[in-house]
């Protein structure tokens, strides 16, 4: 079956521009994540959603990050006015959310950002 | 602020032989752990975990051991494969939390024929 599936794989953007990733989870998943990895760290949660509960956004860096994610389907990331440090990889996962698979997260191919 | 260590950034092993991946952890309030395995260009794929309340869990060629009063756990291959050649990142999960994982860096597995 299709994995969870992110686009675009590469964005290069000027300092200043918004960008938006895309992430597509797997279908009847109703847990989503997005993470970041920085080049040599591990990877840092941004935000969960999980059904029609309020997200948790405690990971989100600045109020220039935010993401939306209709129902149990296709989220967006969202990055204003990127600066140079928010270059990173961006891995969105998706979980089933059953409590007996709770800690399984898929993970997309990831996003990788470059700003210039 | 690092909770979750993996101190190696890299190891090298030959076909065949044991792999010993480590990983070290600074918050008592973790209770579950896994392993990611990551291919390049690809995202992590979940490996194997352990409950706190296990020392040892295993699954095929991969074993997970952990030790409590140590906050260490080690992620054993046997035997290595050049297929297992890959970053495996040790990630921990906070009890009462049923979602947030914290990462760790990753250690660069090579094996070699």
């Known amino acids: 079956g299709a994995g969870v599936s992110q686009s675009p794989s590469n964005k290069v953007t000027e300092k200043g521009k918004d960008v938006e990733l895309r992430c597509d989870p797997i279908?009847?998943?109703?847990?989503l994540y997005w993470y970041r990895q920085r080049l040599g760290q591990g990877l840092e949660f941004l935000i969960y959603f999980q059904g029609n509960s309020a997200p948790d956004k405690s990971g989100l860096p600045s109020d220039r990050f935010s993401a939306e994610r209709t129902g149990e389907s296709v989220s967006t990331l969202t990055i204003q006015r990127t600066q140079q440090e928010d270059s990173a990889v961006y891995l969105c996962?998706?979980?089933?959310?059953?409590?007996?698979?709770?800690?399984?997260?898929?993970f997309g191919p990831g996003t990788r950002l470059t700003v210039t | 602020d690092q909770q979750v260590k993996q101190n190696s950034p890299s190891l090298s092993v030959q076909e065949g032989r044991i792999s010993i991946l480590n990983c070290d952890y600074t918050n008592s309030m973790f209770d579950y752990f896994l392993w990611y395995k990551k291919y390049p260009a690809e995202g992590p794929t979940f490996l194997i975990s352990i409950s706190s309340i296990k020392d040892k869990n295993e699954d095929g060629r991969f074993t997970v051991f952990l030790n409590k009063s140590a906050k260490h756990l080690s992620l054993h291959i046997v035997p290595s494969q050049p297929g297992d050649s890959a970053v495996y990142f040790c990630a921990a999960k906070v009890v009462g939390s049923n979602y947030k994982l914290t990462f760790g860096k990753g250690t660069l597995l090579t094996v070699n024929p």
């Open positions: 996962a998706s979980s089933p959310g059953g409590r007996s698979r709770r800690n399984e997260q898929y």
């Open positions: 279908s009847g998943h109703t847990a």
